[in-house]
């Protein structure tokens, strides 16, 4: 793996992240404005990350989003993790997790298939979750395409002109499936600043576009929206598998800015918006934005 792959887009989300750093700092120090002093600095553009430290891996949030929805695909499948580095590896090849709308001759999507192919037709391919669910229909038809090599399973189901090219993104691949189907806990964290109240029903209608109907069988086990709070805020508690529920926190994270949704709760953790670049935090009592976070019922996850 080249050494720029770790660090995907990573000019400008070290940049918003200093921006971020800076603005902290001098609110710390100098607090409030006064009358005559310069205005505070504007807010950091939106981004997320996977992991946290030296080793995080910047990604812009449409890239957060594709990569979540490849996991929850393969969640709603009970695909192994192997099935998602190979899919996350082809999309980086083919797009670097963009949903695309042109490609050569008539690709199109995540993983730039063809219409004229077989794979569906252009509408179909240029939403994930449609282009995902072909992708991986094609992977399990591969024998043995959980311990080859990942560039040759990508491969086997792409049929490119350079099967090789998908190797330099096995490490990276490998990275972000950890993350994202939640093998490694509270790895995705995104950060926006939010404004007016979450589109709930729109993300709880994507959220079952992914992840399926919900049902005692299922990821997704059921729904229902409650108030909670001093603001009786709106908020919806998803009832999720406890195999799948990271993956599932990880897709409302990197969806969060889409629908609107300021905060996420989970197996004693929260995570907020607006200080999201800090990753989930643990719950004590009040959040890191002053709100209060009241209980979270065992085996959900609460997004408001």
């Known amino acids: 793996m080249p050494p720029s792959s770790r660090r995907l887009r990573a000019v400008p989300v070290i940049g918003s992240a200093l921006v ?16 005559g002093s310069p205005p505070p600095a504007p807010p950091p553009p939106p981004g997320c990350q996977a992991g946290t430290g030296e080793t995080s891996i910047p990604l812009d949030t449409d890239q957060a989003g594709i990569a979540a929805t490849i996991a929850g695909i393969a969640a709603r499948h009970r ?14 090849q083919e797009t670097k997790l963009q949903n695309l709308d042109y490609g050569d001759r008539d690709s199109v999507g995540v993983f730039q298939q063809r219409p004229s192919q077989g ?17 991986f229909a094609a992977l399990v038809k591969v024998p043995g395409y959980t311990t080859m090599p ?3 399973a990508a491969q086997d189901v792409q049929h490119s002109a350079d099967g090789s090219a998908y190797d330099q993104w096995t490490g990276l691949a490998t990275l972000l499936a950890g993350y994202f189907t939640g093998a490694s806990p509270a790895g995705v964290s995104c950060w926006y600043t939010p404004a007016g109240h979450a589109d709930l029903a729109g993300a709880m209608k994507q959220l079952t576009a992914t992840f399926g109907p919900a049902s005692k069988d299922a990821v997704l086990v059921g729904m229902t929206t409650v108030r909670s709070g001093e603001k009786k805020k709106k908020e919806t508690v998803v009832h999720v598998q406890r195999d799948g529920a990271w993956t599932v926190a990880a897709f409302l994270v990197a969806h969060a800015q889409q ?12 995570w907020n ?10 719950v004590s009592g009040s959040t890191a934005s002053g709100r209060t976070a009241s209980p979270v019922p065992r085996g959900s996850i609460v997004a408001g």
Do not use: C
Request: glycine share 10%; proline share 4%.
């Open 259 to 270: 629908y609107g949704i300021s905060q996420i709760r989970y197996a004693g953790y929260v």
């Open 273 to 282: 918006a607006a200080n999201g670049s800090m990753g989930w935090q643990r």
């Open 79 to 92: 695909l192994p993790q192997r099935a998602v580095t190979i899919a996350l590896a082809a999309a980086l």
């Open 150 to 152: 990942v560039d040759q």
């Open 119 to 135: 794979w569906g037709s252009t509408a179909e391919l240029e939403n994930p979750v449609y282009a995902t669910t072909k992708f």
């Open 20 to 35: 971020l750093a800076l603005a902290a700092i001098g609110y710390l120090v100098f607090g409030s404005p006064r009358h």
